[in-house]
């Protein structure tokens, strides 16, 4: 089974929910947390631990043998990202942090040979045992780099090759392909928002993307004591179920603190119980 949990902008403690539930699924269940927040994964300073077994990602890089190029500029002409420009002398250049790696100047080139592969470092997965029943599989992208969708797909395929009964995935925000990447096959995909005006407006674009995929949606609030404005309205319009309030408790803030989920460092707290009953809604669609 795989859940996401997602949010339509930072901030909304999607991974403070992903860690817990991922800590509290593990009582009963083999977990795999997939922390997919490729530009700022922060899952395992959350559950204090390191980033182990890491493998690069890379991105496909045209390489030119010049000797072998006519100057048709078919490559120039069909790059959709505008990341080949033309030499004084009529020969490609390429501005690497525009290219996608989609390959089509290798295509559509009449000349083989002329364009060879290469590559370029864009990130990393990292994959660490938390302990018998929980593992964490992590993408990172590399520093100064643009494009996220290659490295969520990276951790993506990591974590999926790993046997488990559930296989939890905490998303970068927004509504990109790379969130699209993370929460594609979801039985269920719990997105956590906040009771402000942009909280209530990227919720909207989260779950008008849910909708479109027709991937069952719940809506977690966190903060809800910090302002009256209702969800209600959004929730209905896109068929959604606000499965959870989170009030601001001291016991979520020390434990962040500390780097000891809540459902660990305070098992028979208020919050600890929200989670449970979150994990209980898990398991009937299951």
Not at 165 to 187: C, K, Q, W, Y
Request: proline share 5%; hydrophobic share 40%; net charge negative.
């Amino acid at each position: 089974m795989k859940i996401t949990v997602t949010g339509g902008k930072g901030g909304t403690g999607k991974s403070t929910v992903a860690t817990n539930l991922a800590i509290a699924l593990s009582k009963k269940y083999h977990v795999v947390l997939v922390d997919a927040d490729v530009e700022c994964p922060d899952d395992h300073i959350l559950l204090s631990t390191n980033l182990e077994n890491e493998e690069k990602v890379y991105l496909f890089k045209p390489k030119f043998d010049y000797s072998k190029c006519t100057k048709c500029e078919l490559c120039i002409e069909n790059c959709s990202e505008n990341a080949l420009l033309k030499f004084k002398e009529g020969y490609p250049l390429l501005m690497p942090s525009l290219c996608s790696g989609c390959r089509t100047c290798q295509l559509v080139c009449p000349e083989e040979g002329a364009i060879l592969d290469d590559r370029r470092l864009v990130g990393y997965t990292y994959h660490t045992k938390i302990n018998d029943n929980l593992e964490l599989v992590t993408g990172k992208l590399e520093e100064g780099e643009e494009r996220s969708y290659p490295t969520v797909l990276a951790a993506r395929r990591r974590a999926m090759s790993i046997p488990a009964d559930i296989h939890l995935f905490d998303t970068m925000p927004g509504t990109g392909n790379h969130v699209a990447a993370a929460i594609e096959d979801s039985r269920v995909v719990i997105t956590v928002t906040e009771p402000t005006p942009l909280g209530v407006h990227d919720l909207e674009m989260i779950l008008k993307l849910l909708k479109k995929l027709n991937l069952k949606a719940w809506v977690v609030i966190n903060r809800s004591d910090l302002s009256e404005i209702s969800h209600d309205e959004i929730v209905e319009k896109y068929n959604a179920e606000i499965i959870a309030e989170i009030p601001m408790m001291d016991e979520i803030m020390k434990s962040y603190v500390s780097g000891i989920p809540v459902v660990e460092m305070y098992p028979d707290s208020r919050a600890s119980q929200i989670f449970a009953n979150i994990v209980k809604r898990i398991e009937e669609v299951m």
